[in-house]
């Protein structure tokens, strides 16, 4: 599932130590813009932290999942974002790549043109 707004705000990183060693978590608040705009906090563990670099007022899209789990007969619902695709700046800068998926233009003089066999 995917999910793209605006990060309205980060919250803090949290560390701590589990059995299976150091863990690390950020969480950061997405607005989903509509009538009624909608606010999501979103995860991020470990790498993934570094890897989007995030910043108040980046326009991005969220891959996610949706995970509940129970804790003392109470749910605990999270969504843990998986990649984060920042949206603008990349998608700019990639589209004026030279290696972009389309051939170049051919353009033709005038007398070129009149050299169909029909």
Known sequence: MELTGTVIALLPEVNGQGKNGTWRKQEFILEIPSQYPKKVCISLWGDKIDQADLNVNDSVTAS????????????YT?????KIDKNGAPASSGSSSSGSPLP???????????????
């Open 64 to 75: 996610i999942d949706v995970e509940s789990r129970e804790y003392n007969s109470r749910w």
């Open 104 to 118: 170049p233009v051919t353009t033709f003089t005038e007398d070129e043109s009149d050299d169909l066999p029909f």
């Open 78 to 82: 999270e969504v843990k974002a998986w």
